[in-house]
């Protein structure tokens, strides 16, 4: 079956670590996405690429770095830049374009500072 | 300013009865897309239905309906017939059209969440 496949699915990480949360998907689609949420709170955008060897920072890009080296795949790098990186991350993807195609995500990789 | 505003507290509803989950946004793109998600506790995203800004009738999913009022700039989500696992976190999203691609990604509303009562 298609889908999103985010690893691992908790993650811890000591102060001054890079870590990376990988993203892998065959569904075929163009676009992919990294959004950050916090306890209670929306999803806030990281970075997106909607075509491989490109991406662009979101809102919240500050500490974070991507690669887009295949379509399938968009890992992405909390650096030790990144002051308070605790958080659930989800990944997704989209058909490339406009209009009614909304994503598909990942279960999600949740992220803590030891 | 907010592109997605979702501002009730904690919802609770008596399962069998029907829950409206308000969303209102804002644009000036003619053309954009609103979409609901679902967020159990387990985290992942579900998709429950889409609304196009050019659609002439409500979507409806099942279970799910959508009451969009274009003028009003709102894209309520009704939950008829309520089950306990409907009991989750609910996201309002846009998918603005813009002209160069930029805007294509979606901007999420804070959330609401949904607690269903036996």
């Known amino acids: 079956d298609g889908g999103i496949t985010q690893s691992p699915k908790y993650l811890f990480r000591k102060e001054g670590q890079n870590v990376t949360l990988s993203c892998e998907q065959n569904?075929?689609?163009?676009?992919m996405y990294w959004y950050r949420q916090d306890p209670g709170q929306g999803l806030r955008l990281i970075y997106y690429?909607?075509?491989?060897?490109?991406?662009q920072k979101g809102d919240i890009a500050e500490g974070y770095s991507v690669s887009r080296e295949k379509k399938e795949s968009f890992p992405l790098t909390v650096t030790s830049a990144q002051k308070n990186p605790t958080a659930f991350y989800l990944c997704?993807?989209?058909?490339?374009?406009?209009?009614?195609?909304?994503?598909?995500f990942g279960s999600g990789t949740r992220l803590t500072v030891v | 300013a907010q592109k997605i505003t979702q501002t009730q507290p904690g919802m609770f509803v008596q399962e069998k009865e029907a829950v409206t989950l308000d969303c209102t946004y804002d644009t000036s793109d003619p053309s954009y897309g609103l979409f609901w998600y679902k967020q159990p506790s387990s985290g992942e995203m579900i998709f429950l239905i889409y609304q196009g800004s050019y659609d002439q009738q409500n979507a409806t999913e099942g279970r799910y309906s959508l009451n969009f009022q274009k003028a009003r700039k709102s894209a309520n989500l009704v939950i008829s017939a309520s089950q306990l696992g409907d009991s989750a976190m609910y996201f309002c999203a846009m998918r603005e059209k813009g002209y160069t691609g930029a805007n294509s990604k979606l901007t999420f509303g804070k959330g609401i969440t949904l607690s269903v009562r036996p």
């Open positions: 997704a993807s989209s058909r490339s374009g406009q209009g009614e195609y909304g994503y598909t």
């Open positions: 569904l075929n689609h163009d676009a």
């Open positions: 690429s909607q075509i491989v060897n490109d991406f």
